[in-house]
């Protein structure tokens, strides 16, 4: 049993100075840690991560339809708009080529829709949220701004004219 923890320690010993080794010879030899390449990659992936996670809609089974919101629009823009840096930053390191003049452009256009995406979700939402309180005050189960709830008569620490 001895002999096994042995083996296992020097398996495990040479291990970790290759790695070492392999870790100190790519630094040491001037080639930058990160390509354009490398950046135009995971500018790709933060697009499609963004793709299947935030900017995913949602189906909601009780109205039938999808659902979507300004905050949920919101982060997809947050996600593509770090997408779209990354896709800037690999061309100023010097990536070129039409896939990436391709997929820079379309980056900017996505980022131009969501932003309007945005502002229009924020309306509709701003728009709904007013239509609900008008239908609530008319039923009278929402007061008001200064009456108080079922009266019909200012509230007691609301300002007399």
Known sequence: M????????????????????????????????????????????LEGDAERSACKLVFDSSRGAHVISSEEVARCLRQNLVALAEYERAGSLGFKGDAYDRALLAA??????????????????????????????????????????????????SPQP
């Open 2 to 45: 001895r002999g096994v923890v042995t083996r296992r320690r020097a398996a495990r010993g040479w291990l970790l100075p290759s790695a070492a080794v392999a870790a100190a010879l790519s630094l040491g030899s001037g080639c930058p840690s990160e390509t354009s390449y490398d950046v135009f990659v995971r500018a790709q992936q």
């Open 108 to 157: 900017r256009d996505r980022v131009t829709r969501l932003e309007s995406m945005v502002r229009t979700v924020t309306m509709l939402e701003r728009e709904q949220a007013a239509a609900t309180r008008e239908e609530a005050t008319e039923r009278g189960a929402v007061p008001a701004p200064g009456q108080a709830a079922g009266t019909g008569s200012p509230s007691p620490t």
